[in-house]
């Protein structure tokens, strides 16, 4: 019998297998489906879609090939712990309990993306987990029914009581008991229930538990309190600055209350790091809305909006200055628009009318420059990056600025921020007055050079004291001679007033590291640029810090 029973105890884990579909290689369009069953061989097929349907049908025909579904299969999906489903605990969290349960059945869980589908013998509770699970097939009930046993109430015979209670020998018949029986138990009222032991709440707050026996009782609870609505605010689908300064502020003022009772400098320098974070989500939230912080003239609602969107754009436009490929105002211009649609991974998308958009003469010719110094490579031809249209953007990769293991790109920016320092430019670029006003490509240069040079409220230069004339038309790819003609067809398109030449003294010796004072400094006179950017164009700058 122990053999027999240790056999029927034996469970063959479920079958599993996945049909993928993965790229052959970058920038090709054919794919190739691979199976993971043994006796399958991969595919090559043109193109994703033909790809896609193929690994489909690969997958149905394995389906109505196999054998239905083992009722006494083990769950594939519990052997594998139940990892695609369960999210694992953290080092201070305890495991998520699971129990597997409900008829075995055979599952496709897909891919969101259609890349791969997999294929699970498991139960119907671990199925029903996944989100994109499919049943396909399920297993019959095992037949567990069996003879019952005879109860034992019903074998022995029933127990005979006496209606008036125990009789004792000693006693005289008929005799009263000298006691009453006790009622049975299911006549007895029922008990009062115990009231619940209710355990003290432990608040838990940036990465900090607080002490049950923190005194005041009032601080113990505010900092508890904080810590739920930090959470909370995590949960949030979208931000809201104003509520996070509230709860930055909160929290400062919380943690100075409790570096004061425990003496702890760690405490205080968090209720440091909280007040500079409520300053600064404050003043995000005023930046969103269009305001003014306390004390400031009408604020400006900018397209970029906070100074770190402002300092990656300056930093694109230096770099552009310093690693041009080509010369020439025209093939400036283009290779910033380029440089912004590839910065973060040196990949991107391009259609003609990116191109017929700009003030170029011949945008064939220059980026046929750009492809044969190597700077510019595309997927097609010329003609057909020129034709192309939305729905069919041509593919652009920059190799300088693709990143690689050793070399991580010469910007810090995000996928996230490339798209809106691209629009921006564009917003630039395009602008209507210049667009109309048919203004070529080094006016536009300027544009751009103007709106990251100036102060927050339109004066040219930090601190209003003007830009260099030397350097704006080394930016602009002209002569500075030719610079005051480009300031006249910017002022015509109301984008500068009150602009003027303004000869000054440049020192080169560095106020802070040269500390001789006896040392004669070199002087050389230089021409600025001061004026005032228009109140129209003021939300396409990026003030200077």
Known sequence: MGVEAHATNERVTGRTWTVRLDPVGRGRADVRVSCSRPACAAQVLPSAAVGRTAAVEHLKAHLRAGPAPSPSAYCACRAAECHTHIRPAGPRERPAPWRCGGAVVLAVVTDRGGRWWQVMECCSRCAAAHPTAKIAATAPALDRTAPSAPSRAAAAPASMVSAVGPHFSHSAAGANPPHEVPAPRSERPPRPPRPARQRARRGRIAQRFVPHDLRPISLRDELTELGELFRAYQQRPEPDLAMLADLHARKAKAFSAWAEVTADTGLRLDAQRAEQAAATARLQHLHRIGEAPEGEGPAVPRLLTAPAQWDHARAVLAHVADHAPLPGPEARLLVVMLTLRTAQS?????????????PLAEPEHLVEQLLECGWLKIAGTVEELIASRPENPTRIDVPSLTPDESNPGPFTFGRKMRPKLSGWAQRVVGEKKLRKG????????????????????????????????????????IAPGDLREVVDRLTAADWLTEAVDTDTVRTDADPVTDTDTDTDTNTDPVTVLSGRLTERVLPLTCPLS
């Not at 040196?346 to 700009?358: A, E, P």
């Not at 070529?440 to 601190?463: H, K, M, N, S």
């Open 346 to 358: 040196g990949t991107g998308n391009l259609v003609g009318q990116d191109l017929k958009g700009l």
């Open 438 to 477: 048919k203004t070529t490509a080094d006016a536009r240069l300027l544009a751009l050079a103007l709106a990251t040079g100036v102060t927050a409220d339109g004066r040219l230069g930090p601190e209003g004291e003007g830009l260099d004339v030397e350097a704006l038309s080394s930016w602009c790819a």
